[in-house]
């Protein structure tokens, strides 16, 4: 049976700009079950990467996230933060956004992994590739050191020990062992001549290699949940193969749980269990796979498929969705379905924002839009030209 890890409530993150509040995730809401691979799917600026940085709590002034809860299973963390932080605790559960900022950033590389598009993003430059690897298992190593911490640790580590992990000196500070696990790291990610390799410097590795060693680090920590933020764009075709083969490996052997983001349907397609599909800051859709791919009821999800091409149908004829993602300045949105200027299915109940309605398929499935539970009426579709100016 499945069970969730995070449990993420009407998050909400908004920049505050010069031009004005840009409403780059509003009120998502979704779980994300042990295990398993969830994708984020959706164009360019349609809130993935912010949804990924509100989870990590990484995102940066003039951004904040305004509203919401994270809920993390995490029995240890709950039974330590209960005494000090009630309200965050539901059971097993912890809601991270009510944790201090220090007790949160504990919980990043132990808890919460991240992999971005950029290795540069993750690795010094003038550090070797192997010491910084080793230094994050040597975080990890006194995490889990903590003489407190006599309770088996199957999942969680325990909030005290987290900071003990991040109270350490920083760089220098490096056993052999931890040095040893660096260099098995290197090899688990399949980086030939792991222990060579481990003293050289970044820029010495190439793309592919680098975004190899970037999950190494990744993994030192032992997170719960990786996520992955377009962990394969930036890439040639064949390195991006061989990287989620590599993504694939580990997810089977470790049973990490992964939130695998990119605007690829078909890195998507490969490597998840469930989708949630984005537009204009708004989870549109979610479902699993199958229902997502072969039973999309939302046109944006369709027309997102039909945009893409397919590797086992190279002949497919791709039809872009007309017209533009919208702008996201809170003095620009109106009040209706974000997506019914672009839809080939707009009807005058679309100038409503439409509720979250249950679909066909898996329990899981839903869609924001009226077509999830109304059937197209014709006679109530928009006038061409409606929303031109
Ligand atoms: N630092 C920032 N300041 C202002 N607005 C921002 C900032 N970062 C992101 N945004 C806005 O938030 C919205 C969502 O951006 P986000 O990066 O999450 O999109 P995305 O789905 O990851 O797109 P992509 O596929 O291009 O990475 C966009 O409108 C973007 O302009
Ligand atoms: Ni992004």
Redesign the pocket.
């Known amino acids: 049976m499945a069970r969730d890890l995070l449990r993420v409530r009407d998050l909400t993150t908004r920049?505050f700009?010069e031009e004005g509040q840009?409403n780059?995730?509003e009120g998502i809401s979704f779980d994300v079950e042990a295990g398993e691979v969830l994708g984020i799917v959706?164009?360019?600026?349609?809130?993935?990467?912010?949804?990924?940085?509100s989870l990590i709590d990484l995102v940066?002034?003039?951004?904040r996230i305004v509203d919401g809860e994270i809920w993390y299973r995490n029995a240890d963390l709950a039974e330590e933060t209960a005494s000090d932080v009630p309200a965050a605790v539901d059971g097993d559960f912890v809601d991270v956004r009510r944790l201090s900022a220090r007790h949160r950033r504990a919980l990043r590389g132990q808890s919460f992994a991240t992999i971005f598009q950029d290795p540069a993003s993750s690795l010094n430059p003038s550090l070797p590739v192997g010491e910084q690897i080793a230094e994050a298992v040597e975080v990890q190593r006194r995490a889990t050191a903590d003489p407190r911490s006599t309770r088996s640790r199957t999942q969680g580590y325990g909030l005290g020990k987290f900071l003990i992990g991040g109270a350490m000196p920083g760089k220098g500070y490096l056993t052999e062992e931890s040095r040893a696990r660096a260099i098995e790291l290197l090899e688990l990610v399949g980086i030939p001549d792991p222990a060579e390799r481990a003293e050289e410097y970044p820029h010495q590795f190439s793309g592919g290699m680098l975004q190899r060693a970037m999950v190494a680090q990744a993994l030192a920590g032992e997170p719960d949940v990786l996520i992955a933020?377009?962990p394969t764009t930036a890439l040639d075709v064949t390195i991006q193969a061989q990287i989620l083969e590599l993504l694939d490996e580990l997810q089977a052997e470790t049973g990490m749980t992964i939130v695998l983001?990119?605007?690829n349907l078909g890195v998507i397609a490969r490597m998840s269990d469930r989708v949630l599909v984005?537009y204009a800051?708004e989870l549109v859709e979610r479902g699993s796979l199958a229902d997502v791919f072969d039973d999309p009821v939302h046109p944006y999800t369709r027309g997102l498929i039909g945009s893409s091409p397919d590797v086992d149908d190279p002949g497919k004829q791709l039809d872009p969705i007309p017209g533009n993602?919208p702008?996201?300045l809170d003095d620009e949105m109106e009040d209706r379905c974000y997506f019914a200027d672009r839809c080939p299915k707009a009807m005058e109940e679309c100038l409503e924002k439409p509720p979250s309605f249950d679909a066909e398929g898996s329990e899981d499935h839903a869609a924001k839009c009226y077509l999830a539970d109304h059937d197209y009426d014709p006679t109530r579709a928009l006038p061409e030209g409606y929303f031109d100016e």
Do not use: N, R, W, Y
């Not at 940066?60 to 951004?63: A, I, Q, S």
């Open positions: 920049f700009t840009v780059a995730v959706g164009e360019s600026g349609s809130g993935k990467s912010v949804t990924a940085l940066d002034d003039p951004g933020d377009e983001i990119t605007h984005m800051g993602v702008s996201l």
